[in-house]
């Protein structure tokens, strides 16, 4: 089976940073994602990672160690309009949730 | 250009109700999937389709969960007999072929009263 750690909530302060990290113990393995979530509403893809390494796409940056089964998205200039739930997601054939980190942003 | 979309957006059915849920993929992405989210939880994946095929229905809950495209594009998510445990948002999902990203719609909620 699939087995994704994730925290349950940070809390952090506008224009902080913070990393949500990421632990995994999967059958296979063909990618790991990011995606964020708020309250109501569909999940939007935020990031990939398929080879270990930073990816870096503006204030979000997302790092993968494939041989650690470990995963971070790191959230930069924190902004209010970033509090969501962020779910991280390993693909093997099909995505494998985890349950999500709620990340609330604070003034 | 449009999303996905997903109909009805809520749903509230009787414990014992057969309910249908529709799901129109973004036009011209080939797979399909279906997941079932939980409150707190993380999305769980249902069933994947490539066209109109049905490559994968490993996590259809029980034989009352029955999904179908019958032309590759528009897909249906039919319950049998709800019960309350299948409260939740069924969320689908598309993308094009070759694509990492997949493309959520907005959800159906369902609650089972």
């Known amino acids: 089976g699939q087995n994704i750690d994730q925290p349950t909530e940070m809390t952090a302060t506008e224009g902080a940073i913070v990393q949500i990290n990421c632990t995994y113990q999967?059958?296979?393995?063909?990618?790991l994602f990011w995606y964020q979530q708020h309250a109501g509403e569909a999940p939007t893809f935020l990031s990939y990672?398929?080879?270990?390494g930073l990816e870096e796409k503006g204030r979000f940056s997302s790092f993968l160690s494939r041989s650690k089964g470990y995963s971070y998205l790191l959230l930069k200039e924190l902004q209010m309009k970033d509090s969501a739930s962020y779910l991280c997601?390993?693909?093997?054939?099909?995505?494998?949730f985890g349950a999500g980190t709620t990340v609330t942003v604070r003034a | 250009g449009a999303g996905v979309s997903q109909s009805p957006r809520y749903k509230v059915a009787k414990r014992g109700q057969d309910v249908a849920l529709r799901c129109d993929p973004i036009?011209?992405?080939?797979?399909l999937f279906w997941y079932q989210q939980a409150l707190g939880q993380g999305p769980e994946f249902l069933t994947y389709?490539?066209?109109?095929?049905?490559?994968?229905k490993s996590g259809l809950p029980s034989d009352r969960f029955f999904a179908e495209r019958p032309e590759g594009s528009v897909s249906t998510l039919k319950i049998q007999r709800t019960q309350q445990e299948d409260s939740a948002v069924y969320l689908c999902?598309?993308?094009?072929?070759?694509?990492?990203?997949?493309?959520f719609g907005p959800g159906t909620r369902l609650t089972v009263l």
């Open positions: 999902a598309s993308s094009s072929a070759g694509d990492n990203e997949q493309f």
């Open positions: 999967t059958s296979g393995f063909n990618g």
């Open positions: 990672n398929v080879l270990d």
């Open positions: 997601a390993v693909r093997d054939g099909k995505l494998s």
């Open positions: 036009s011209g992405h080939v797979s």
């Open positions: 389709f490539q066209n109109e095929a049905q490559l994968d």
